[in-house]
């Protein structure tokens, strides 16, 4: 068991340029989730998928932000025109549907310069 | 909504003495409970969790978690520290069997000789 995956594990942007972040859940778990960790605001949860569904994405920015789970073993995350608030670790979780136990992945660290 | 408090943002103790982290959590409903810890770098680990049941719960390493409904309180314990426990503890709630995790603010354990 590899545990979640996320890559790249460092990320330096240009301000106004795209990222994109790549998770590949553990096998057979159903659930993914995205947080944002940064200093001044902590573990912020951003949004969740159940079989690939999104289910809550109410922590998700309004603008520039997006994930989608295209199948059941990879999440993107994707933003758009990144700005410097936009640095952060991005931290992807995993978690079967029989227990709400999450497995972190060892998140991505985004740089806007 | 729910909320996690971490009152103390540090925490110093020494090398074999006891150690207990703080954790108080707001919700009217049954809670679900868990303590993480995330090494420099690294991404989150479960510790322990806390379900509807014997209000002690044991974890890894000699870790342990007391549930208090009264106190709306899950603190963090350890008898004896190593210096391997120096980390940032965070303690989350969730109302659901599956479902997104509200975090507190960290507390980071330094360990000294």
């Known amino acids: 068991n590899a545990g979640v995956i996320q890559t790249p594990r460092h990320k330096v942007t240009g301000k106004g340029q795209e990222a994109t972040l790549w998770c590949e859940p553990i096998?057979?778990?159903?659930?993914v989730f995205w947080y944002r960790q940064t200093i001044v605001q902590g573990l912020e949860f951003l949004t969740y998928?159940?079989?690939?569904?999104?289910?809550?994405d109410s922590g998700m920015p309004k603008e520039r932000f997006s994930a989608q789970m295209p199948n059941q073993s990879h999440s993107t995350l994707k933003i758009q025109s990144t700005q410097p608030q936009d640095s952060a670790v991005y931290l992807c979780?995993?978690?079967?549907?029989?227990?709400?136990?999450?497995?972190f992945g060892e998140g991505s660290r985004l740089i806007v310069v | 909504a729910q909320s996690v408090t971490q009152p103390d943002a540090r925490v110093t103790v020494s090398e074999g003495a006891s150690l207990q982290l703080r954790c108080k959590y707001s919700y009217f409903g049954t809670p679900y409970l868990f303590w993480y810890v995330q090494y420099p770098r690294q991404g989150l680990q479960l510790l322990l969790k806390?379900?509807?049941?014997?209000?002690v719960v044991q974890g890894v390493n000699g870790f342990e978690a007391e549930f208090s409904k009264s106190n709306s309180s899950f603190h963090l314990r350890k008898a004896s520290v190593h210096w391997s426990d120096w980390a940032v503890y965070f303690c989350a709630v969730s109302t659901q069997v599956v479902g997104q995790l509200t975090f507190g603010r960290g507390t980071r354990l330094q360990v000294y000789a």
């Open positions: 998928f159940r079989n690939q569904a999104p289910i809550d």
């Open positions: 979780a995993s978690s079967s549907l029989s227990g709400n136990t999450l497995y």
């Open positions: 806390y379900y509807p049941g014997d209000p």
């Open positions: 096998s057979g778990h159903s659930a």
